[in-house]
């Protein structure tokens, strides 16, 4: 459910930003989100449906590119990457030892903002 203010936060930043170039229309917002996010894309796509209803972003896309995490074993220091698919499982490649700093992952990032400006 965190989908739905963090959503809010996003819009508010495209449509400032839309505003500050004199966009006429937003047609697609790219996100750079990292894995310990969580989000569920589908959300996060169905909240800015709902948000943008009525102005210049209504209909628009959101694209999101996951971004891999990265930790710091806590016995050996190698550094080694989370992925969705081993987030809840990691352990170094280099000792097994399980326990590990997070050094990146918690990324959620505008990277792209798609607009067409106004005709003048």
């Keep these: 459910m ?18 500050s170039v004199d966009a ?3 047609n697609r917002v790219v996100l750079e989100i990292g894995v310990l996010q969580d989000f569920i894309p589908e959300y996060v796509q169905k909240y800015w449906d709902y948000i ?7 209909g628009s896309l959101i694209e999101i590119r996951d971004k891999d995490g990265e930790a710091e074993c806590g016995r ?8 969705r698919a081993n987030m809840f499982d990691v ?14 992952g918690n990324e959620l990032r505008i ?3 798609e607009i067409v400006k106004k005709e003048t």
């Excluded at 936060?9 to 505003?19: L, Q």
């Excluded at 943008?52 to 209504?58: F, K, M, N, P, Q």
């Excluded at 050996?76 to 992925?83: A, L, P, Q, V």
């Design 111 to 113: 990277v792209g903002i």
């Design 52 to 58: 943008s209803r009525g102005t210049i972003a209504e």
């Design 2 to 19: 965190h989908e739905l203010p963090l959503t809010k936060g996003i819009f508010k930043s495209v449509m400032r930003k839309a505003e």
């Design 24 to 26: 006429a229309a937003i």
């Design 91 to 104: 352990h170094c490649p280099s000792c097994g030892y399980e326990y590990g700093n997070m050094l990146s």
């Design 76 to 83: 050996c220091h190698t550094h080694y990457n989370i992925t």
